[in-house]
Protein backbone atom coordinates (compact mmCIF):
# COMPACT_ATOMS: atom_id res chain seq x y z
CA UNK A 1 0.00 0.00 0.00
CA UNK A 2 1.64 3.00 -1.07
CA UNK A 3 2.34 5.68 1.76
CA UNK A 4 3.80 9.28 1.92
CA UNK A 5 7.51 10.00 2.93
CA UNK A 6 6.60 12.76 4.72
CA UNK A 7 3.24 12.98 5.79
CA UNK A 8 2.53 9.41 6.36
CA UNK A 9 -1.05 9.51 4.01
CA UNK A 10 -1.16 5.73 2.84
CA UNK A 11 -4.13 4.16 0.87
CA UNK A 12 -4.56 2.28 -1.85
CA UNK A 13 -5.57 4.72 -4.35
CA UNK A 14 -3.14 7.04 -3.20
CA UNK A 15 -1.01 8.87 -5.71
CA UNK A 16 3.18 8.66 -5.11
CA UNK A 17 5.53 10.29 -7.25
CA UNK A 18 8.01 7.50 -8.17
CA UNK A 19 11.07 9.56 -7.41
CA UNK A 20 10.37 11.57 -4.35
CA UNK A 21 8.07 8.70 -2.67
CA UNK A 22 5.77 11.86 -1.89
CA UNK A 23 2.07 12.37 -2.36
CA UNK A 24 1.18 14.78 -4.98
CA UNK A 25 0.20 17.26 -2.18
CA UNK A 26 3.85 16.90 -0.34
CA UNK A 27 5.60 17.09 -3.65
CA UNK A 28 4.04 20.14 -4.78
CA UNK A 29 4.86 21.62 -1.38
CA UNK A 30 8.67 20.48 -1.90
CA UNK A 31 9.00 21.68 -5.05
CA UNK A 32 8.18 25.57 -4.33
CA UNK A 33 9.94 25.49 -1.41
CA UNK A 34 12.89 24.35 -3.26
CA UNK A 35 12.97 26.64 -5.84
CA UNK A 36 13.42 29.12 -3.88
CA UNK A 37 16.59 27.69 -2.66
CA UNK A 38 17.60 26.59 -5.78
CA UNK A 39 17.17 30.41 -7.15
CA UNK A 40 19.07 32.19 -4.19
CA UNK A 41 21.57 29.77 -4.68
CA UNK A 42 21.79 30.26 -8.28
CA UNK A 43 21.78 34.10 -7.73
CA UNK A 44 24.66 33.94 -5.34
CA UNK A 45 26.93 31.40 -7.54
CA UNK A 46 26.45 34.25 -10.15
CA UNK A 47 27.38 37.45 -7.93
CA UNK A 48 30.39 35.10 -7.15
CA UNK A 49 31.46 34.11 -10.13
CA UNK A 50 31.67 37.72 -11.05
CA UNK A 51 33.02 39.17 -7.95
CA UNK A 52 36.68 40.60 -8.29
CA UNK A 53 36.93 41.40 -4.24
CA UNK A 54 37.72 38.43 -2.48
CA UNK A 55 36.37 39.80 0.27
CA UNK A 56 32.46 39.98 -1.82
CA UNK A 57 34.06 36.64 -3.56
CA UNK A 58 33.95 34.45 -0.07
CA UNK A 59 30.64 36.62 1.30
CA UNK A 60 28.89 35.11 -1.95
CA UNK A 61 30.21 31.58 -1.48
CA UNK A 62 28.89 31.56 2.33
CA UNK A 63 25.55 32.64 1.06
CA UNK A 64 25.76 29.40 -1.46
CA UNK A 65 26.64 27.65 1.68
CA UNK A 66 23.99 28.57 3.69
CA UNK A 67 21.16 28.15 1.23
CA UNK A 68 23.00 24.75 0.34
CA UNK A 69 22.57 24.33 3.94
CA UNK A 70 19.04 25.12 4.18
CA UNK A 71 17.98 22.94 0.82
CA UNK A 72 19.95 20.13 2.69
CA UNK A 73 18.02 20.40 5.67
CA UNK A 74 14.68 20.69 3.89
CA UNK A 75 15.31 17.58 2.07
CA UNK A 76 15.78 15.68 5.74
CA UNK A 77 12.52 17.30 6.33
CA UNK A 78 10.99 15.63 3.83
CA UNK A 79 12.76 12.32 4.68
CA UNK A 80 14.72 12.67 1.13
CA UNK A 81 18.62 12.02 0.18
CA UNK A 82 19.88 14.99 -1.25
CA UNK A 83 21.66 14.53 -4.54
CA UNK A 84 25.52 14.51 -4.93
CA UNK A 85 25.40 17.17 -6.82
CA UNK A 86 24.16 19.12 -4.10
CA UNK A 87 26.50 18.51 -1.48
CA UNK A 88 29.43 19.08 -3.98
CA UNK A 89 28.25 21.87 -4.95
CA UNK A 90 28.09 23.13 -1.10
CA UNK A 91 31.28 21.42 -0.90
CA UNK A 92 33.70 23.42 -3.82
CA UNK A 93 31.80 26.74 -2.59
CA UNK A 94 32.84 25.92 1.12
CA UNK A 95 36.58 25.40 -0.63
CA UNK A 96 36.29 28.55 -2.71
CA UNK A 97 35.12 30.97 0.09
CA UNK A 98 38.22 29.51 2.16
CA UNK A 99 40.61 30.41 -0.42
CA UNK A 100 39.05 33.96 -0.78
CA UNK A 101 39.28 34.45 2.90
CA UNK A 102 42.97 33.19 2.63
CA UNK A 103 43.59 35.73 0.13
CA UNK A 104 41.75 38.55 1.72
CA UNK A 105 43.79 37.91 5.03
CA UNK A 106 47.19 38.00 2.77
CA UNK A 107 46.08 41.51 1.07
CA UNK A 108 45.22 42.83 4.70
Sequence with gaps: ???????????????????????LSCNERFAQEGKVFTERITTAKNEASIAKDPKDIAKFCQLVENYGNELLALHQSYNLHPSQELLDLIASYKKMRVSAEREFMTEA
Design 1 to 23: MPQCRKCGKKGLFLKIEEVTGLC
